[in-house]
């Protein structure tokens, strides 16, 4: 074993371990296990010999390789599943978006080959339903609530837009193997025969499996299914079912989530997500409190200028109350930027600028962030130099407010939003929620 896997391995009794592909789908995945009753921890990255974890059913190392080479995505995959084994995980799973982001290249494919030869696997579930934010895989295409991925506002994702609704085929087309589908009568018909069918498609050569599920309610068998081999891929909806199932075999104890500390002081919401609901939440903010809304292209071309003008409308409004920060934009100034820039440099200048931002803040003693956006999520809490996360009550489905640990600043209450979660009212309800 790697010194990575050496260096993981201090929790005991692991009954489930996972691997996030960016840290606010980690936290979302935290959040859906600890309301299933595990007791839970989340870390950035592996954790070195120098980060105390504690004892917990499950594990989540939060990644971010959604949008990195496939190449870089497997290597830190396998060293993150390495440490979870070595920790003492039973099950692993690779926790994606419930909107499948990724690319004809990868990374959901490369990734769930690895991890499955890594195992000894003959066969990966892959699942990203999760009925509680509108997300439903129906004879394999997804939805997000009555419309097909593929005409939902996801097409237009800036990084991975995402144009076919087909799981099945969208799948295969970056995966070593062929795929099969587990179709919803049988995920109805229950684990056994989800694990029937799954073991037919595996003798028929299939290396993974997209299963349907429409409704909470499936997502208990798929979850038992899903146990029965070392590794599965799907969003946070599959991990309640693996908690459940867990809990049911006597493998996990139920548990509550302990209520956080309170930190106080000022707070600031940071929002580089270019989502819809993320921009009619900012919409909404406007109303409550200031907000800054940086030009991208402006940014991108001149970060030092972006990142002076933002200090200055923080240290100017922050003495009153909250204030929020953005560099959101709609589709058409997004595209724009990109077609100037190039996709990945224009992102990379984005998070960096927010990250630069949350250093200064966080120096100047600010101790409450509310960060909208997985990319920017993850270059923030990377910046801070954050080791793991405490969950705590949950804000909105899929976000909970957590308390950060082993970061040099000390306590920070961090809420971490995917682009997409949360009604208009969320920034106001993160704020109350981070004491």
């Not at 799981?167 to 684990?191: E, K, M």
């Not at 100017?316 to 109350?321: A, D, I, R, T």
């Amino acid at each position: 074993m790697d010194g990575h896997a050496q260096a993981g391995a201090t929790t005991r009794g692991l009954a489930l371990g996972c691997i996030a592909d960016d840290h606010t789908g980690a936290t979302d995945l935290a959040n859906t296990l600890a309301r299933a009753g595990l007791s839970v921890v989340q870390t950035i990255g592996v954790p070195g010999p120098d980060v105390a974890v504690p004892e917990t059913d499950a594990r989540v190392v939060a990644l971010k390789i959604r949008s990195v080479p496939a190449d870089e995505a497997v290597a830190k995959a396998r060293a993150a599943r390495d440490a979870l084994v070595g920790a003492g995980a039973g099950h692993v799973l690779y926790k994606i978006c419930s909107t499948f982001d990724s690319t004809d290249a990868g990374n959901i494919g490369p990734v769930t080959d690895a991890l499955r030869a890594d195992a000894g696997a003959a066969i990966v579930p892959v699942c990203p339903a999760f009925p509680g934010t509108g997300r439903t895989v129906y004879q394999g295409h997804l939805f997000v609530g009555d419309r097909l991925l593929s005409e939902s506002p996801l097409k237009d994702h800036p990084l991975n837009p995402m144009r076919d609704a087909d799981l099945v085929r969208v799948l295969a087309r970056q995966s070593a193997a062929p795929v099969g589908l587990v179709a919803h009568a049988t995920v109805r018909a229950g684990a056994d025969a989800i694990a029937r069918r799954l073991e037919a498609l595996a003798g028929e050569g299939r290396g993974a499996a997209v299963v349907d599920a429409i409704c909470d309610d499936d997502l208990i068998p798929l979850g038992e299914a899903a146990l029965r081999h070392p590794v599965s891929t799907g969003a946070s909806g599959l991990g309640h079912g693996l908690a459940r199932a867990l809990i049911a075999s006597g493998r996990a104890r139920e548990s509550a989530a302990a209520a956080l500390p309170e930190v106080g002081g000022p707070a600031v919401v940071l929002a580089g997500s270019t989502s819809a609901a993320t921009r009619a939440q900012l919409a909404a903010a406007q109303a409550l409190m200031p907000v800054l809304r940086i030009d991208a292209a402006a940014a991108v071309a001149d970060p030092e200028r972006a990142l002076a003008d933002a200090l200055a409308f923080a240290r100017e409004k922050l003495p009153s109350g909250p204030v929020a920060i953005a560099t959101s934009a709609d589709p058409d100034a997004v595209a724009a930027v990109q077609a100037r820039f190039g996709a990945r440099v224009a992102g990379a200048a984005l998070e960096s600028l927010m990250a630069r931002i949350a250093e200064h803040l966080v120096a100047w003693g600010l101790r409450r962030l509310v960060v909208a956006g997985g990319e920017t999520s993850g270059a923030v809490v990377e910046a801070l130099q954050v080791k793991a996360l405490r969950i705590g009550a949950e804000i909105a489905p899929g976000v909970p407010a957590t308390l950060a640990l082993g970061a040099p600043a000390g306590a920070l209450a961090l809420a971490l939003k995917s682009g997409n979660f949360g009604g208009e009212d969320f920034f106001a309800r993160a704020l109350e929620a981070l004491r």
